[in-house]
């Protein structure tokens, strides 16, 4: 079973910027494919951005495609978030998801949440 702890969520203004870390142990990181969910209050789970096992290969929400970038450090064992020009509707809590095989759909590993909250 895969071990998930995010952080780097926060407060942030219209336009800003943050990025998100998931932590990885307990298993071959390298073997696993890792996501970004979000859900936001009274709404369904949604994937942000996913990541192959290597890197190379993402994919991204309609909604975020430009302005956030999934990417992974198999070494430091961590997945990362980079989210730019936020807007108040990216407004969550966001979940780090670890599967083996490709997204969607989720695999059983999630981390603890990390709340994003965008407002002026």
């Known amino acids: 079973q895969v071990q998930l702890v995010e952080s780097g969520g926060g407060l942030v203004q219209p336009g800003g910027s943050l990025r998100l870390s998931c932590a990885a142990s307990?298993?071959?990181?390298?073997?696993?494919?890792m996501a970004w969910y979000r859900q936001a209050p009274g709404k369904q789970r949604e994937l942000v951005a996913a990541?192959?096992?290597?890197?190379?290969?993402?994919t991204y929400a309609d909604s975020v495609k430009g302005r956030f970038t999934i990417s992974r450090d198999n070494a430091k064992i961590t997945v990362y978030l980079e989210m730019n020009n936020l807007r108040p509707e990216d407004t969550a809590v966001y979940y780090c998801?670890?599967?083996?095989?490709?997204?969607?759909?989720?695999?059983?590993?999630w981390g603890q949440g990390t709340q994003v909250t965008v407002s002026s």
């Open positions: 307990g298993v071959i990181f390298r073997n696993y494919a």
């Open positions: 990541t192959g096992r290597s890197g190379l290969t993402t």
């Open positions: 998801n670890a599967k083996l095989g490709s997204y969607p759909p989720p695999g059983n590993s």
